[in-house]
């Protein structure tokens, strides 16, 4: 009996670019499709591709979809360093195809060596094949040029490849795709940022080479959408310590706090405030102290909690959780003092006074200004802090969050059951719980919660308080006590039984 591999080599021998492709086309993928992965492995690095890529050489698709579908199967068996050595030039032709599809099973390829340390570094030497996916980066196909800037934003955070993206004929090719138009730039801008956030050696390089000193000028242009990009892709800059170190010397965060002061104030140029307040949210997010140094941003932030557009009131409340995510930026913000409880009793105010994704945005925001990660549970100062943040919300904190799992909207419901979560190991917030008519009760009520998620959350905020409970601490009275473990005893979804009493009939 012939083996896969026989009847493989026979069909191949037969193909032609006649009016029997298809047909055999179609055998072929019903017989790989007959065959196991692992046998597959064996006899893909002897199987004739070349022969199969000239199927590609059509106008018809139907013919370059099972084609596609067919090398895809193929490749997806032979280890991607060896397919790099082995096909390169098919997949030149690959790349120059007129046909998206074929295109993308080569970046599918592509993307594979790219974030491969080993078929990286062989990437990192095929300069034809990487030249032309530099190409399609300022393709006019947008998912095409998705998928190749993706190529190079993988090669950039590869330290094997780190000498690539600087070499003369890349950057020469860069130059050339980056003058089509804005997009394009901007996807290299992108491309380069990424290299520059992956060490200090490559920042200090492309510094050198001016490579990203027009994309600083560009925060200052008096085109808002070309301010825009800039601004997200200094945002990125930011997020390591020598991208920030790099925009302190170029004098871009003060310019930056100017442009910030300029937007509120000009109608027109308020359009820039959420790049603004995102940029200098990620500053103080790592660096706690620019609240205190960049004052105009802290106050604007503040200011913008209680502003009337909700789409800026959103910006702000998430600008202000996202700093208040670590430890450092919880202490930062506790020193602002009047303007940080007034800003928790707007957001307090939002839990049920608002439309449903703004009242989402708060319940989720209050969620990450009171974490407290399980590795400084002990940190007595923190805990006053998130107390007192509590407290601030509203007279009665706890029924607050509780009228919200009441509410007919999930998302709402699961967030406010998220909090009351993070609640739990804190032995004043167990005060409060238990002080709170009906408390108790809503969490053991299992009818309440029609949802599946929220009603699991729910049964874990009861499961976490009955473990977290220290009877020394004298919260809870024993009968309290003994409802919770029987509750997460029975489990999640216990259903009491329903007696039922039968009466016979009279005559």
Not at 66 to 73: A, D, H, M, P, Y
Not at 456 to 471: A, D, M, R, W
């Amino acid at each position: 009996m012939a083996s896969p591999l026989d009847e493989m080599t026979k069909l191949l021998a037969g193909l032609s670019l006649g009016s029997n492709c298809m047909k055999t086309l179609e055998s072929l993928r019903i017989l790989l499709a007959s065959v196991s992965l692992s046998e597959l492995k064996d006899y893909a690095p002897k199987i004739d591709i070349d022969r199969i890529y000239k199927c590609l050489a059509t106008s018809n698709r139907d013919q370059i979809d099972l084609t596609c579908e067919i090398l895809k199967r193929i490749l997806g068996t032979i280890p991607v360093g060896h397919a790099l050595s082995k096909y390169e030039d098919l997949f030149l032709e690959g790349l120059a195809h007129s046909e998206s599809r074929v295109k993308e099973l080569i970046f599918q390829e592509l993307q594979m060596a790219a974030d491969d340390e080993q078929a990286c570094e062989q990437l990192s030497t095929k300069m034809e094949l990487l030249q032309s996916c530099l190409q399609a980066v300022g393709s006019d196909d947008s998912s095409i040029a998705g998928k190749a800037s993706k190529v190079f934003m993988s090669l950039a955070r590869q330290r094997s490849a780190a000498s690539l993206l600087v070499s003369p004929p890349i950057v020469e090719e860069m130059r050339i795709v980056s003058r089509k138009n804005d997009v394009v730039r901007y996807r290299i801008y992108d491309i380069l940022i990424t290299y520059c956030c992956a060490s200090q050696e490559n920042l200090t390089f492309c510094e050198e080479k001016e490579l990203i000193s027009s994309l600083l000028s560009e925060v200052s242009t008096g085109d808002i959408l070309v301010q825009l990009n800039a601004l997200e892709l200094i945002t990125t800059l930011a997020s390591c310590q020598h991208g920030r170190d790099y925009l302190e010397r170029q004098g871009i965060i003060q310019k930056l706090a100017r442009n910030l002061d300029e937007a509120t104030a000009d109608p027109l140029a308020s359009l820039l405030v959420p790049g603004l307040m995102k940029f200098f949210g990620a500053l103080a997010h790592f660096q706690p102290d620019v609240l205190a140094r960049y004052p105009n941003f802290t106050n604007t932030m503040f200011n913008l909690i209680d502003d009337s557009d909700v789409s800026m009131r959103m910006i702000a409340i998430e600008t202000f959780s996202f700093i208040a995510t670590e430890r450092d930026g919880k202490f930062a913000l506790n020193q602002q003092g009047s303007k940080l409880d007034s800003a928790i009793k707007t957001i307090g105010a939002l839990f049920t006074h608002a439309y449903n994704d703004v009242r989402l945005k708060a319940l989720d925001s209050f969620a990450e200004l009171i974490h407290i990660p399980s590795t400084e549970t002990t940190d007595e100062e923190l805990q006053k802090i998130v107390e007192r943040w509590f407290h601030q919300l509203d007279s009665k904190p706890i029924q607050l969050v509780m009228n919200v799992t009441k509410q007919p909207f999930k998302d709402l419901r699961f967030s406010a059951l998220r909090i009351l979560l993070q609640l739990v190991p804190q032995i004043w917030a167990q005060k409060l719980m238990s002080q709170q008519p009906g408390f108790l009760e809503f969490l053991l009520d299992r009818r309440a919660e029609p949802d599946k998620d929220c009603h699991e959350l729910k049964f874990n905020v009861l499961k976490k308080l009955s473990e977290s409970i220290n009877p020394e601490a004298a919260i809870w009275s024993d009968y309290c006590m003994a409802q919770m473990r029987d509750h997460v005893r029975e489990g999640c979804w216990f259903a009491r039984a329903q007696s039922a009493v039968a009466f016979e009939s009279g005559p």
